[in-house]
Nanobody
Framework: QVQLVESGGGLVQAGGSLRLSCTASGRTFGSYAMGWFRQAPGKEREFVAGISFRGTRAYYAGSVSGRFSISRDNAKNTVYLQMNSLKPDDTAVYYC????????????WGQGTQVTVSS
């Protein structure tokens, strides 16, 4: 079992930055991959970024590449999403997720944190 708790969401003006954090408990954090997803009102949940269990590989959706950066600190059981140059289209509930079976399927999810970008 893995429990995930996100934090760091809020209201920011377009062009601003936010850093989301997700702290995990339960299974050894450094043994599984992590990802960030988001869901905007009326839209399906979409992949934002992913990172391998050692943090050596990162993946991004095209819409955030070059603006967002995912990282992890296995000693702190935490994964981060640094979001820069935010746009109103980035407004969504952001979720962190764990891929504990390392098969590309995320099997544990946090409760989400709201990010609102005003124009």
């Amino acid at each position: 079992q893995v429990q995930l708790v996100e934090s760091g969401g809020g209201l920011v003006q377009a062009g601003g930055s936010l850093r989301l954090s997700c702290t995990a408990s339960g299974r050894t954090f450094g043994s599984y991959a992590m990802g960030w997803f988001r869901q905007a009102p009326g839209k399906e949940r979409e992949f934002v970024a992913g990172i391998s269990f050692r943090g050596t590989r990162a993946y991004y959706a095209g819409s955030v590449s070059g603006r967002f950066s995912i990282s992890r600190d296995n000693a702190k059981n935490t994964v981060y999403l640094q979001m820069n140059s935010l746009k109103p289209d980035d407004t969504a509930v952001y979720y962190c997720a764990a891929d504990t079976t390392v098969d590309g399927e995320y099997d544990y999810w946090g409760q989400g944190t709201q990010v609102t970008v005003s124009s």
